[in-house]
């Protein structure tokens, strides 16, 4: 499906990607298998994690933006050049959880994400400039960053990882 360029596509893009991504999981023979060397997730549950942690980041960018405040972006200490700085700390913060917790943790922020996309017209989602913390781009562009593009890295990763 082409990026969404409207609600509707993004509603149906992020979810149908979710599930996809859910699915795939709930089929591995074992979903705690540990992937073969060559990636800083080295399972499902890191993959998991790295999602919520980033849904959590656009809600916190969201809920500041909202405030007519400039969210720190993408984290407190950490540029955008520092993103795979970023993603250890994520990966390190979820080593003492279990992948049951992780995946409701996941769920969670999944169900507050969409209900930030639900509680918004098409024109606050993809109007561009719209929200002065968004600069040049629209809030649904993050949305679909944080939703399904990431969704499909994840599928991507997990699939390629358990072959």
């Known amino acids: 499906m082409a990026r ?3 609600k509707e596509s993004l509603i149906t893009l992020s979810q149908s990607s979710f599930n996809k991504l ?3 999981i709930d089929n591995l023979p074992d979903p705690k298998a540990e992937f073969p060397l060559g990636t800083m ?3 499902v549950r890191d993959v998991l994690g ?4 980033w849904h959590l980041l656009m809600l916190e960018w969201y809920k500041t933006g909202s405030k007519g405040e400039k969210p720190v972006m993408p984290a407190i200490g950490y540029s955008w050049k520092d993103t ?10 979820c080593q003492s959880l279990n992948l049951q917790e992780v995946r ?14 639900d509680n ?3 024109s606050e989602l993809f109007e561009k400039k719209k929200y002065k913390w ?3 781009t629209s809030l649904g562009s993050y949305l679909i960053s944080a939703t399904s593009s990431h969704y499909d890295w994840a599928f991507k990763l997990i699939k390629k990882a358990s072959k």
Do not use: C, F, V
């Open 120 to 122: 918004h017209t098409n």
């Open 104 to 117: 409701q943790n996941l769920m969670t922020s999944y169900g507050k994400i969409q209900e930030l996309i």
């Open 4 to 6: 969404p360029t409207n």
């Open 41 to 43: 997730n080295r399972n």
């Open 22 to 24: 859910l699915s795939l």
């Open 134 to 136: 968004t600069g040049s």
């Open 84 to 93: 795979p700085a970023l993603n250890k700390k994520i990966w390190e913060d």
């Open 50 to 53: 790295h999602l919520h942690h």
